[in-house]
């Protein structure tokens, strides 16, 4: 730590260090012991750094049981400049997954009293990876001006595209059956509902 109007060294880190989490005591009174610094970031031409993509999915629905198999997913997105690769890639791929199971799984059961009946995991369903399709992602890559390196966010593209292509693919699927279903999940009574097949 040196002085700020002549570089005069006034303190090693390591001393401050020792100071500030193991003799806290010795600090003038009023001073927070904390080597802490923090700092936000704010958009100013809009509050949001928006991502966006496209995605699609490809699955198979059995008209005889209502259950959806997912086969392939992909995803192209724009998330500005890139950091990390394979980080963006999980982080999206965790947003597709998150997609998924509110697409296909994730429903909330109450009973007459208004009282949720599927609410520990052991009855709430969410996607395992044997549910999960291969996920293939892509980029395109526009920075944006309202960051320093143009990075935009990854992930919740990821989440909110993935369900409304599922949706997509099995109102594509059940076309031939006069079928449309506009709620998710897409569980087996609904599809069987929509089948008329119960």
Known sequence: VVNATDRTPRIELRELARIVYFRPDTLPPGI??????????????????????????WLEVDTDTGFVKLLRH?????????????????????????????????????????????????????????????????HVVSPTAESELGAK????????????AVANAVNDALKPFGAVITEIPLTPQIILTALKRI
């Not at 109450?110 to 969410?126: C, F, H, I, K, S």
Request: proline share 6%; hydrophobic share 40%; net charge negative.
């Open 32 to 57: 927070q012991p904390e080597l802490m610094a923090t700092r936000h970031y704010v958009p100013r031409q809009y509050p949001f750094a928006f991502t966006n993509g496209v995605q699609a999915s």
């Open 74 to 138: 992909w995803v192209v997105e724009d998330c500005g400049t890139i950091i990390n690769p394979q980080l963006v890639d999980e982080q999206i791929r965790g947003g597709v997954v998150q997609g998924l199971g509110a697409a296909l799984f994730e429903k909330c059961i109450y009973d007459e009293r208004g009282q949720l009946t599927n609410a520990n995991m052991a009855d709430y369903l969410v996607p395992m990876s044997g549910e999960m399709p291969d996920i293939d992602i892509g």
């Open 153 to 164: 966010g990854a992930g919740e593209a990821g989440t909110a595209g993935a369900a409304a």
